[in-house]
């Protein structure tokens, strides 16, 4: 299993690039069973969560060739509806391709999705916007089994704007008979970028990025190319590495409307940036100030950037004080940021930390994807060495991530 060594201490400057969105690119390669034809994509991120998703496409029966960051999918000859539990156990986000295959062929199985222990993600959400639409749903061994003699417009209010959950019931309405309107929305970047290539497709969808998305039904879409929107967690992340090493650089291919809580919990902690186009000139101080965080859904501060602040946090001047609201299990890695030094006091969904001024090279495992990053975060600043272990989780949502940060001076290899 591979690990990281990082020699802490290494100031990042220079420059480097945000690959694709992980988190926008899962949803749009399911709904490219849609078009029952050809989608180009470009700009996918090379990570293990998409390569799990090309592996559930052809075990639909796609046809699919990548090329580095393209992708060339031929869904004209799917011919199957049953995702195979491996697969899903591999990736929460591979629930999401249920909706493209109940909206191409009124029936779907498959069974509960696996991903990160982050607490608890149930997909309750999901099946009543899909009964809602004439969806009949029936659990049986472990699988959800779905049909429908039709699927038919209807309002669907969301409990709670589950990114997911939008994503899923957009899927499974766009080839309905009638309108079906999303209120209680998911307002993320993501389904937005969604909501683009599928209008490209054909698709009648508007309204992402508010809080309400209506679906109107159309008889067929047609062939696609579309180039996936930045990465917003990994820019962030890789903005927070700068900060935590004290560094300088220069950030391209960003969308800085998507990363603006980030910036401006960045500006409150000390850091100064220049934002030009799709370009961030970005300037840490020598010590950072300390911040509150209150994790909310978009546009508040973002779930997965919650991790990647508490290790900057924790060489911070002062104490801060980070409150989780979205999962109630996503404070296990601070228990390997105590292992090197770290001040972090746990109280339900609050986390308190109290800066100081090193952090110390130790052995620690990821424990999910984005608390694994805070891990690489703080071996970048910690004296002496830092080995990750089970690094499989960072690489499941980051592409080249040491790569980009040894391109500016840090000092990260894989064993």
């Known amino acids: 299993m591979s690990s990281y060594i990082i020699e802490g201490g290494k100031k990042l400057q220079g420059e480097t690039y945000v690959s694709g969105s992980k988190n926008a690119s899962l949803p749009i390669m399911a709904a490219t069973i849609l078009n029952k034809g050809i989608s180009k994509l470009y700009n996918v991120p090379n990570i293990h969560d998409t390569q799990m998703m090309i592996e559930i496409l052809k075990n639909l029966g796609c046809k699919v060739k990548r090329n580095g960051n393209k992708l060339i999918i031929d869904s004209s000859k799917v011919n199957n509806y049953e995702i195979p539990e491996n697969l899903m156990r591999e990736m929460r986000s591979s629930v999401i391709i249920a909706g493209s295959i109940l909206g191409r062929y009124k029936k779907a199985s498959f069974s509960y999705p696996g991903g990160c222990d982050i607490g608890a993600r149930p997909i309750d959400l999901h099946i009543k916007g899909f009964e809602k639409i004439g969806i009949k749903t029936q659990e049986e061994h472990g699988r959800i089994n779905c049909f429908a003699d039709e699927i038919i417009g209807d309002e669907i209010n969301l409990d709670f704007p589950s990114v997911g959950a939008t994503e899923n019931i957009i899927l499974a309405s766009i080839l309905q008979k009638g309108v079906t309107t999303i209120v209680n929305a998911a307002m993320e970047p993501e389904i937005e970028d969604l909501q683009k290539f599928l209008n490209r497709m054909g698709a009648k969808v508007e309204g992402a990025g508010s809080n309400i998305i209506k679906i109107t039904g159309v008889q067929q879409l047609k062939d696609v190319s579309y180039n996936i929107m930045p990465d917003r967690i990994e820019a962030g992340t890789i903005l927070c590495a700068t900060a935590i090493t004290g560094g300088k650089i220069k950030l391209k291919q960003i969308n800085p409307i998507h990363i603006a ?16 186009k799709d370009i961030i000139n970005f300037e840490a101080p020598k010590r950072l100030n300390a911040v509150d965080i209150r994790t909310t859904p978009y546009p508040g501060f973002p779930t997965d950037m919650q991790a990647i602040f508490a290790s900057l946090l924790c060489v911070a001047s002062g104490t801060s004080v980070i409150v989780e609201n979205i999962f109630e299990n996503r404070f296990k890695y601070t228990q390997e940021l105590q292992r090197m030094g770290a001040k972090i006091k ?13 952090l110390y090279g130790a052995e620690v495992k990821a424990t999910d994807l984005r608390g694994g990053a805070s891990l690489v975060l703080a071996g970048l600043v910690a004296k002496g060495k830092t080995k990750i272990e089970d690094i499989k989780y960072i690489l499941r949502g980051y592409e080249k991530l040491d790569e980009k940060l040894n391109s500016l001076g840090a000092n990260i290899k894989i064993i």
């Open 261 to 276: 809580p980030i910036l401006d919990k960045l500006r409150e902690a000390g850091c100064s940036f220049e934002i030009k």
């Open 346 to 358: 746990i109280e339900g969904r609050t986390a308190i930390i109290k800066g100081s001024r090193k």
